[in-house]
């Protein structure tokens, strides 16, 4: 019981810590322009796959926890319905696309491709949770943080820092 806790902890520290850490790195290496257009299609594109979200993962650790033998019909289901969702937040993004005078649309296309990719990943790692496997959650979620830490890094010292590669990091990651 313990194990888990401490494998919950470490799995929700490393999330928080490398959001954390991203951003603080970001804001004394982009310039200011460059920061509040990557921070605003950064917050949008977040808010868009929130939406998606729907409480499906509340959802599926809960169907999942009772029925484990349904797994991959339960799966399948809650991903469909995120599919619906995020097919009626199109119109959103269409509204969202007017809404930005002579933006970098770049930038703002691949965060929602990261946001929602993001959003697919957590319902695909939730079912670890539920069936109490938190140890395999973890080693999941750090393998993902290390990866984006290390590219975002690796962008910015050895590459010319422009916003549309460090959104480029976060979709990769």
């Known amino acids: 019981m313990l194990t888990n806790q401490?494998?919950?902890?470490?799995?929700?520290?490393?999330?928080?810590?490398?959001?954390?850490?991203?951003?603080?790195?970001?804001?004394r290496t982009l310039e200011?322009?460059?920061?509040?257009?990557?921070?605003?299609?950064?917050?949008?594109?977040?808010l868009i796959a929130?939406?998606?979200?729907?409480?499906?993962?509340?959802?599926?650790?809960?169907?999942?926890?009772?029925?484990p033998k349904y797994l991959s019909t339960q799966i399948k289901y809650y991903a469909i319905g995120k599919c619906i969702l995020l097919t009626v937040s199109i119109i959103p993004v269409l509204i969202i696309f007017f809404l930005i005078p002579r933006g970098d649309y770049s930038i703002f296309i691949i965060l929602l491709l990261s946001a929602l990719i993001g959003s697919f990943a957590?319902?695909?790692?939730?079912?670890?949770?539920?069936?109490?496997?938190?140890?395999?959650?973890?080693?999941?979620?750090l393998h993902s943080v290390l990866i984006q830490l290390v590219l975002l890094f690796v962008c910015i010292k050895y590459y010319k820092v422009e916003t549309s590669y460090i959104a480029g990091v976060f979709l990769i990651s």
Not at 14 to 21: A, F, N, R
């Open 50 to 67: 929130t939406i998606i979200d729907y409480g499906y993962i509340q959802k599926c650790l809960r169907d999942v926890a009772i029925k």
């Open 6 to 27: 401490i494998y919950m902890t470490i799995t929700v520290g490393l999330k928080l810590i490398s959001g954390v850490l991203i951003f603080i790195y970001l804001g």
């Open 122 to 141: 957590d319902l695909f790692n939730t079912p670890f949770r539920a069936l109490s496997l938190f140890r395999s959650e973890t080693i999941n979620v």
């Open 32 to 46: 200011a322009h460059n920061f509040g257009t990557f921070t605003y299609y950064f917050a949008i594109s977040n």
